[in-house]
């Protein structure tokens, strides 16, 4: 089966970037669809994009659209989320998820994102 690892988190200011990296590692050529999530304290989790693992089809949020972009290397079992302008509602632990089947069946750890005003 998929294992994946986030890493890139961090403590930044409004109007910073930080790049976000989540490593796959087993089966990865089962994998279909790729994603981030994020879950900030008592709010649902939001789906923030996704990328076609064979191919590279998007989709991002209303909320990030136009300041975040996902990518992939595939070579190395990666997955990327490269955000820009961040705000302080960005804040949540961020999550990597692949989609082996229907749904999101394997998830990360999480990596925390503070943006401080």
């Known amino acids: 089966q998929v294992q994946l690892v986030e890493s890139g988190g961090g403590l930044v200011q409004a109007g910073d970037s930080l790049r976000l990296s989540c490593t796959a590692s087993g089966r990865t050529f089962t994998m279909y669809r790729m994603a981030w999530f994020r879950q900030a304290p008592g709010k649902e989790r939001d789906h923030v994009a996704n990328i076609l693992w064979s191919g590279g089809t998007t989709y991002y949020a209303d909320s990030v659209n136009g300041r975040f972009t996902i990518s992939k290397d595939k070579a190395k079992g990666a997955v990327f989320l490269q955000m820009n302008n961040l705000k302080p509602e960005d804040t949540a632990v961020y999550y990597c998820?692949?989609?082996?089947?229907?749904?999101?069946?394997?998830w990360g750890q999480g990596t925390q994102v503070t943006v401080s005003a």
């Open positions: 998820a692949a989609s082996v089947g229907s749904g999101y069946d394997i």
